[in-house]
């Protein structure tokens, strides 16, 4: 599984930005996709995932009814829409997949991942 992740750059409080997360490589309709990101000097966090097979999702306290997470079978795309950001989202973003349909936040428990893309949000 290919992951590449685009869509990062700088946006204001308030505002809005959506990440997407392109897929290749192989059907992906038993996977579970999500988003991390990672700050500097930090761990890398759970954001949002979601089951491609039904499009059930799940979210970090800290971002719900803020980030949407989505996906579009026909393109093998992953979102994740950012609205109404905060400063302390500013992180590196990154896209992450493994099989099954599985409610988990931990990064080792992904075992494909795409490059990341910087979001930073200014005050």
């Known amino acids: 599984v290919q992951l590449q992740a685009f869509g990062g750059g700088l946006v204001q409080v308030g505002g809005s930005l959506r990440l997407s997360c392109a897929a290749s490589g192989r059907t992906f309709s038993s996977y579970t996709m999500g988003w991390f990101r990672q700050a500097p000097g930090k761990e890398r966090d759970f954001v949002a995932a979601i089951f491609w097979s039904d499009g059930n999702t799940y979210y970090a306290d800290s971002v719900k009814g803020r980030f949407t997470i989505s996906r579009d079978n026909a393109k093998n795309t992953m979102y994740l829409q950012v609205n109404n950001p905060k400063p302390e989202d500013t992180a590196v973003y990154y896209c992450?997949?493994?099989?099954?349909?599985?409610?988990?936040?931990?990064?080792?428990?992904?075992?494909?991942w795409g490059q990341g893309t910087q979001v930073t949000v200014s005050s």
């Open positions: 992450a997949g493994r099989r099954g349909s599985v409610v988990t936040d931990r990064p080792n428990d992904f075992d494909s």
